[in-house]
């Protein structure tokens, strides 16, 4: 199931699956097209890679986004709550 909702998800942000794997630099763009902020994890609940936040230049605020998290195993993203 989590293979054919992945593959629709390239889809409609128009990235493409790599067939040695996806990367760091592909989850920006997921995080640009879809306005959220992706983190990601290893098995020992290390964080890889954080995203992005935005801050309100006017307001001088954090602006809050959706955040997802991800473990990385076998060079694939998996979604996961924490």
Request: with cysteine.
């Amino acid at each position: 199931m989590q293979d054919v909702l992945a593959k629709a998800l390239h889809r409609l942000c128009k990235i493409p699956t790599k067939e040695t794997g996806n990367d760091f630099q592909d989850v920006k763009h997921f995080e640009e097209r879809l306005n959220i902020e992706i983190q990601v994890y290893n098995f020992e609940s290390r964080q890889i890679y954080k995203g992005t936040e935005e801050q309100d230049k006017v307001r001088n605020v954090k602006l809050v986004k959706v955040k997802l998290n991800a473990v990385l195993m076998n060079r694939q993203f998996h979604m996961r709550n924490v």
